[in-house]
């Protein structure tokens, strides 16, 4: 069983005397619960790719306290990265740079770029403060499942670490991964859609290539089957869900916008109107419909596309498998 420790100063400072041992920690972020390792230290890095069962060709995102620890795992720092940093770190936005010398082959999968975030939770800088150093962390779930917004997620993921401390710092505020801007090339794209929109970026350094899902070979962790619940899931357009719910002999989980009559043999989970209670709600609601063991999840689409309703249909997608059409019923938000 891993050690959950309330994120305490003291519980901070073992978490930070694990890391330098070479052990991995799990801590909170704004964003998901990350899989922490010494990003200079090869055998701990090894160990976050065994324990998640991620494949090896998947690189990994160097967690720093700021712009200057960035610098050091960096071999190329532009002026569109000292604008990016000023307005959005420490938050939800990881940058691509091409990445220093002395950053070891593993903690970036052999890749020559290296992502780079600075997390905005308390407990999340007072590691990297307390650890002195950058810390290479995927989301703390088994590789392909659906993202830990919880303490409890991370554990219930990893029944068997033993080793692993994970830093309880209460459920993560924004709930879906960061935006991922890639500035290794002449112009920058979105990797991955997050918190932050792209036409938030744009204003800060100018034109950036929004990729789809299908165009994303580039970052592999952004494959279509991914964030997905053990149980077969479907996302449904609105104006089709009652007719769909009254006709399938199911049991079906489905998460729904309030107002749908949901027959009694299915469970509903209520999802909230708004998309920053969506996105904070949508991996903890997956990963409870996942225990109901019913035979099909279903997931009301969101009418509302702006923002990060943008990063919430990308999720969805990713959950259900692959991209799915249709509109919802419910109004736009
Ligand atoms: O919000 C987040 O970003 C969370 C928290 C823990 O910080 N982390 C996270 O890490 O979502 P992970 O490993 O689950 O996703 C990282 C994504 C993957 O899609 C990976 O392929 C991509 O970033 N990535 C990492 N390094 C890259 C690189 N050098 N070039 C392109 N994509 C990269
Ligand atoms: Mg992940």
């Given at each position: 069983m891993p050690r959950l420790l309330t994120a305490t100063d003291k519980a901070i400072g073992i978490a930070a005397a694990a890391l330098r041992r070479g052990n991995v920690v799990a801590f909170p972020t704004e964003t998901v619960y990350g899989l922490g390792?010494?990003?200079?230290n090869i055998a701990a890095l090894q160990q976050v790719y065994d324990l998640k069962g991620r494949p090896a060709d998947n690189p990994l995102i160097a967690h720093v306290s700021d712009a200057a620890q960035a610098r050091r795992v960096a071999a190329a720092w532009d002026e569109r990265c000292d604008r990016l940093t000023r307005r959005?770190?420490?938050?939800?936005l990881t940058i691509v740079v091409q990445r220093a010398e002395?950053?070891?082959d593993l903690a970036t999968a052999g890749w020559p770029t290296i992502a780079i975030r600075s997390p905005d939770h308390p407990a999340a800088l007072a590691l990297l403060a307390e650890f002195g150093g950058p810390v290479s962390a995927p989301?703390?779930?088994?590789?392909?499942?659906v993202s830990p917004t919880t303490a409890q997620h991370v554990a219930d993921d990893f029944p068997?670490?033993?080793d692993l401390i994970i830093l309880d710092?209460?459920?993560?505020?924004?709930g879906i991964e960061s935006t991922v801007v890639d500035l290794s090339a002449q112009t920058p794209g979105i990797l991955r859609p997050g918190a932050i929109p792209a036409d938030a970026i744009r204003r800060v350094i100018g034109e950036v290539a929004l990729s789809s899902v299908a165009t994303q070979?580039?970052?592999?962790?952004?494959?279509?089957?991914?964030?997905?619940?053990?149980t077969a899931t479907e996302i449904v357009a609105g104006e089709a869900l009652a007719d769909r719910l009254q006709r399938d002999a199911g049991p079906l989980v489905v998460l729904c916008f309030p107002g749908i009559d949901v027959p009694g043999r299915h469970t509903a989970i209520v999802m909230p109107d708004d998309p920053g209670a969506y996105a904070a709600r949508l991996y903890g609601a997956l990963r409870e419909a996942d225990r109901r063991g019913a035979a099909r999840i279903l997931i009301e689409r969101p009418a509302a596309r702006a923002g990060l309703w943008l990063a919430i249909h990308d999720r969805l997608d990713r959950a259900a498998g692959g991209q799915c059409p249709g509109v919802g019923r419910h109004g736009s938000g």
């Open positions: 390792a010494d990003t200079f959005f770190w420490p938050g939800p002395a950053v070891p989301s703390a779930n088994r590789s392909g499942h068997d670490a033993g710092g209460g459920p993560c505020a924004i070979a580039h970052s592999p962790g952004t494959s279509p089957a991914h964030y997905a619940p053990h």
